[in-house]
Structures are given as C-alpha cells and as structure tokens.
C-alpha cells in the first residue's frame, strides 16, 4: 500500500487552465498551426467496397487552376513498411473497401482541391464483397487474442452442470449497432517535410505513438518525427492510433517540396476513415437458484472486423468479472467483412459487453421475483471471479445504494407498465458500471527550475498566490510530458497534480504537453491518462527534490519515470459505478424520453470535481446517445455507412439531456500509486444504456434487446 501525495492543489474545482484559450478562439488545433504558404489537399475515395483499380485518368483534375499535384497509386512516394494495411495508404490497385483512398489532390486553395478532386476519374474490377453480420455465417473465426491482449474465450467451472441444475435460466441475444465516434474536430493534420524531418501537428491522443507508428512507415528514424498536439477538439478513442489520413498528409508533404500541407477529414469521410465500434450479437444465458443467486453466466459474442485490418474488441471482459457465480463461459467470434476499419471507440469491449448482460440480469430479477437492484447486491462479490483476486475497491454496493436513496427507487413499480401519466408510460431502471485501471508504463517526466521567470499555469487559473514554504518559491518549475489533451482537463489536472507533488502553488507551475519532443508519454485512452501521467509527474517531483534539494539553482532539472506498482500483482485494480434513469414512453407514438439519470461511481481519487463531473456527465451522455439515437447503418449492396454525417446519424443534443446529475463516493485509493485515482473517462458511459433499457421495460413492458430504442420498437 502506498502512501498517497498530500493535497493542497488536488481536490480543488479549479477552472480550466486553457478555458479562455478556447472560448475566445485562440487554441490553435491541428489545422490551425502556423504554417507559411500552405498547400490544402483533398481525396479521393472508392466508390466500390472491393476490388482493383484499373484505370486512372488525371488530367481533367490537374487541369484545375491552382493544382500543384495529384497522387494516385503510381505515382505516391513509396512507403518503407505496408505490414499495417490500413496504413499503406496509395501503395498500389487494390480496393479493401467504400470509401478507401484512392487518389489525392494537391491544390494552392482547398477549393481548387475539392474541385480537382471530383475531376479524377477511375475505373474499376469489382469483385464480389462481404458486408452483412451474420451469427450464422460459416466463416466466423477465433481471433488470437482480443484488445488489450485478452483471450477470446474463458470458462471456468462446470457451465453444463450449472445449467441443468438450475432453478431459472434466462437466456437472450441482445445486440447493439455500429457506432462512430464523431469527435467535435474532425482528423486533422498540418504537416511538413523539410527534407530532414518530418512534422505532423496532429489531432491526436497521443503524439508518440503517431511517431512511434509512423516513423517506421515512412522508414525514417523516430528523431526525424516530430508530432504537435497541444489542443485536440475530442476522440473518444478515434484518434488513440493514426489512421490513414495521417499517412496520406505525410505523403502528400513528401510530395509538396518543403511546402506545408493542410488536411482535414470532412465529417463524412470520417465515417470510413476514422475508425467505429462494431456492432456487437451477444447471447448472454443465465443460471441461478430460486433467489437470483447466479449458479452460472455465459456470454457468446459475435462481432466484426474489417478484412483490411483485424480489430476484436473485448466485449466479454466485463462479465467475466462482475458477479460471482462457480460457473462461467465466454467465447469471441469475429466476422471478416469488406467494410471499413473498425477500432477504439469509448470504452472499447466494457461499453458494449455490459449492454446485454446488464439487461439479463434485469430479466432475472424479474423471473424469480427479485428487485433488479437488491439482485446485483445479492451477486456482489469482493473476490474477482476471473482471477481469483481480491478487488482492491470495490465500492459497488456503495455506489448502488446511495444511488438508490437519491433517485428515489423505492418509488419504483415492482410491475411494469403499471404507471401511465398525461398519455406516457414512466419506468425507472438501474445497471451497474466498471471499468478497469490502466496505468501505462513506459511513461516519463521532466522537471526544470527557472528563476525569475514570472509566474506559470495559476495566473491562467486566476489563482496566483504566495508560496508557502515547500521548494523555492521565486522561480517557475516547468513540467515537461508528452500527454494530450483530448478536452479532458489535463492541462489542469497535471498542473494541480506538479503543485502538491512539488509543494509549490499552482501559479509556479509550467506545464508542456503535447508535443513529442518532450519526454515519453503513453496515449490519452482507457481512462489511463491522469493516473499514468501524474503518477510520472509525481515521480519526477520526487526525483528532483532528491537531487536539487530546497533550494534549487536555475537550470536545474531532474527526469524519471514512476515505479512499478507491486499492488497490481496482488489485486484486482477496477473501477465500479451504478447507473440510474427515469424513462418516459408516449403511449400513442412510442417516442422514448429520459426524464433523469443519475450516475453514481467510485474511481479513485478525484483530481478536479469540475472537470471530473464533466467527464462523468459526458460519458452518461454518450450512454443517452447509445440508448436512444446512435446507430450506423450499413447498406451491405454497397459496404458503405449510409447515414454517415451529423444530419442523419443523431447524437443526444441539449433538448435530450433533461435531468442528468453525477455522484461519486471518496475512495482515495493507495493501492493505485501515489496519486490514488484510477480514471474516470470512461465509466460513465458503460452501463448507461442498459439502465434506459431497464427503465423502458418497467414503463411499458416491453423488452427492447436491440439498441437503439426506437419508437417502433414500442408499437407492436
């Protein structure tokens, strides 16, 4: 156990460090760096889902004024590695899916390249292509290992015996659509080739892992790559790893003789280039006794992959800890399909793998007549059952019933359809959240004291104050770390986090980040990014009071990574939260409306209340979204995302978000290293679904199983 870093910083609401930056508009994003006398470019997409080039003609396009270049398959620059195919961006004939590039134009205006761009002309051999997910389809396979390197199937304990000495089975396939990420900044990037270097200010989660896949792709040294990210407008896991939009900027710099070259996706694009969640079939069966007391729990994935690059998301991961039964089985099967690339997308395999499990158990209560709440704490366990390891905190009980107690749950019907108010049925549901901790090694941290340099990051936070005691206080301490800000609050958060771990205020603090001539820095994803960064902080915070002392002289500076956390072998590290909601269904029209939600979590300790409720509310509200509005839908004639812009693929706006508040309990975690927290972006949107889809079966009695709920769906 750890002892945690004393607060003075941390735990204050303190307001964003680059807030004023981006309201008045003067955070410059990916497409906004400097650049002198750019180029702008623009694709060329496949109108096939599979096959060859055979033909290109591109005169009528260089014949564009302003034209300066047009890169088809034989004529791009050739690049050193095409081992990822979704990166081997114009590297010959071959077609893998709709919307793939296939051609770029080169122009002195972004108009005159849009405007060249539709003069490209290609012929095309189709060949016949795979765009339907099937559970049934004969060429299912077991991938070799899931994201984050778990096995696709488990099972433990005698899943046979379980079930046909069970009291109750419940037994249902639910399954949740392909969904995009659409962060508010499209994937953006600025890039420039000065015959030495290549540098990409990018719109990224992670500027070293742009450079550390890139580099070799374009078989240059890592130094030869510099990536700059200071603001990012979102990703939600879109912009975790470069997709090929990055390498075609790259290549189009190659190709503008030194000049700078401007590219960003337009939302439509983004839709086939920028990665999505699959859409996920889950039978989940459940065996228990007469109580509710779960004898054993299956789960059966199917979902699906592009043919051009494996991605298997981890769906099962979830249930195979989350409640205590002997008898477990889970089992991954993934469909290769000509479509586009999917990838990452806000708790990526948690998200969509506590959907149906979360809706069974409501199932279960209900057969043997349990209150769905007082069923998961009946199945509340301390040890994982995956493992065999205790949790080191696992608050789910907490947070359950004193989401109870603020929601009012005792006013639910313990029978749906039973509450009809002004023409709409009302229901309330509930579901559980986890989320596991990921603190990323590899990290590091740089310290320099500069003297009499005025003050740092707390002038920015209006909160400029006098040291009391701690290092020297007549100086700026500046932190150094290659992290991103996603719009998560890092800027913040990592500033508050050096203050306390230098004992200095926060106005002698100058942090950097995003840029990946600084010091080593994992990817802002997984919920891993405040608790990997700032533990690295509060390393290199403790590196340079031992080498510098009190009193540290100008130009000193100390450098380190954090250690290895020993509690990680002993314990089980998972966050835990419970979801609320209240759901309204329109007798006559079947339209759904969530009256409330309620999140309740236990994440470890809290950095920043204001940022963390935002990250709380924003996952819930992504929750809303996968309930109600979001689903990408395939046109498998085609292979293409049909509705693939903002007009038709609803996202939850104001008018949807009612009543939505986030509650969390302290739990200051020691065993999560110093700085005690365990990441927060991502629990709130898991499980968020599944408690909309609980509060509609008790308003209406109608069992949705498949995401989203629309007012069909309620008119049977």
């Given amino acids: ?293 779960l004898r054993g729990l299956s789960l059966d994935v199917v979902e699906q992959t592009s043919a051009t690059k494996e991605f298997a998301e981890q769906t099962p991961a979830p249930i195979r800890m989350m409640y205590a039964a002997p008898a477990r089985s889970t089992t991954t099967r993934l469909a290769k399909l000509d479509i586009p690339v999917n990838s990452w997308m806000r708790a990526p395999g948690e998200c969509p793998g506590m959907f149906g499990p979360e809706v069974a158990m409501d199932e279960l209560a209900e057969a043997v007549g349990a209150d769905p709440l007082q069923l998961r704490l009946d199945n509340d366990t301390q040890t994982d059952p995956e493992t065999g390891k205790p949790f080191a905190s696992r608050h789910l009980a907490e947070c359950l019933k004193l989401g109870a107690r603020h929601f009012g749950w005792d006013a639910r019907s313990p029978l749906p359809r039973r509450r009809l108010v002004d023409g709409w049925w009302q229901g309330l549901g509930v579901a559980s959240a986890t989320y596991p901790f990921m603190a990323q090694p590899g990290n590091k941290a740089r310290i320099r004291y500069d003297a009499g340099t005025g003050p740092g990051a707390g002038v920015s936070a209006g909160r400029a104050a006098a040291a009391e005691g701690g290092l020297d206080s007549a100086g700026v301490y500046t932190v150094q770390i290659g992290a991103a800000d996603i719009g998560t609050g890092a800027w913040t958060v990592l500033s508050q986090i050096a203050a306390d771990a230098l004992d200095v205020p926060l106005d002698r603090i100058r942090l950097e980040i995003g840029d990946s001539s600084l010091p080593l820095a994992s990817v802002a994803g997984g919920s891993s990014g405040t608790a990997s960064w700032g533990g690295t902080i509060i390393a290199a915070a403790d590196a340079f009071r031992a080498d510098h002392g009190d009193s540290p002289s100008p130009g000193a500076q100390s450098e380190a990574s954090p250690p290895k956390n020993p509690a990680a072998e002993e314990f089980t590290l998972q966050s835990f939260g419970a979801h609320f909601a209240e759901v309204h269904v329109n007798a006559d029209t079947g339209e759904v409306r969530v009256a409330r939600m309620l999140g309740v979590f236990s994440a470890g300790r809290i950095i920043n209340p204001s940022t963390a409720r935002s990250q709380f509310l924003g996952g819930m509200t992504m929750g809303l979204g996968m309930a109600l509005h979001e689903q990408s839908v395939m046109d498998p004639r085609f292979g293409i995302f049909v509705n693939h812009d903002l007009a038709e693929y609803h996202v939850p706006t104001n008018a949807d978000v009612l009543d939505m508040e986030a509650l969390w309990i302290e739990d200051d975690d020691p065993h999560a290293g110093k700085l005690g927290a365990r990441g927060i972006g991502e629990i709130g949107i898991v499980g968020a679904a599944a408690a909309v889809v609980n509060a509609a079966y008790n308003a209406t009695g109608i069992r949705v199983r498949e995401l989203p709920l629309t007012p069909d769906k309620f008119l049977a």
Avoid at 171 to 178: F, N, V
Avoid at 232 to 240: A, E, I, L, P, Q
Avoid at 266 to 287: C, D, E, N
């Fill in 1 to 293: 156990m750890t002892e945690l870093l004393p607060a003075r910083e941390i735990g204050l609401g303190t307001e964003r460090l680059d807030g004023i930056l981006k309201v008045t508009g003067t955070a410059p994003y990916a497409y906004e760096q400097p650049a002198a006398n750019p180029l702008y470019l623009f694709p060329v997409l496949s109108t096939i889902a599979r096959g060859r080039i055979t033909a290109v003609d591109t005169s009528a396009a260089e014949a564009v004024d302003g034209v300066t270049a047009v890169l088809t398959h034989l004529n791009a620059p050739r690049l050193a590695s095409t081992e990822d195919k979704e990166l081997a961006v114009l590297q010959g004939p071959e077609v893998g899916f709709r919307g793939q590039f296939v051609a770029a134009v080169l122009a002195e205006t972004p108009e005159s390249a849009r405007e060249a761009a539709a003069a490209v002309v290609l012929e095309y051999e189709e060949r016949p292509h795979r765009a339907v997910l099937d559970p049934d389809d004969p060429l299912l396979y077991r991938p070799e290992e899931l994201n984050t390197g778990i096995e696709p199937d488990s099972s433990s304990g005698d899943i046979d015996a379980a079930f046909a000495g069970a009291e109750v089975v419940v037994e249902a396939t639910y399954s949740t659509p392909a969904e995009h990420n659409n962060p508010m900044e499209p994937h953006a990037t600025t890039a420039e080739w000065d015959g030495q270097t290549l540098t990409l200010c990018d719109s990224t989660q992670g500027s070293h892992v742009v450079k550390g896949t890139l580099a070799p792709v374009f078989g240059l040294a890592e130094e030869q790559v510099r990536v700059i990210s200071p603001y990012v407008g979102g990703g939600f896991g879109s912009k975790g790893m470069p997709h090929a939009n990055v390498v075609l900027a790259g290549l189009a710099a190659l190709s503008a003789e030194g000049r700078p070259v401007r590219f960003a996706l337009t939302r439509q694009q983004m839709f086939s280039l920028a990665g999505y969640r699959t859409p996920t079939i889950q039978k989940v069966r459940l065996a228990a006794d007469g109580k509710g007391t």
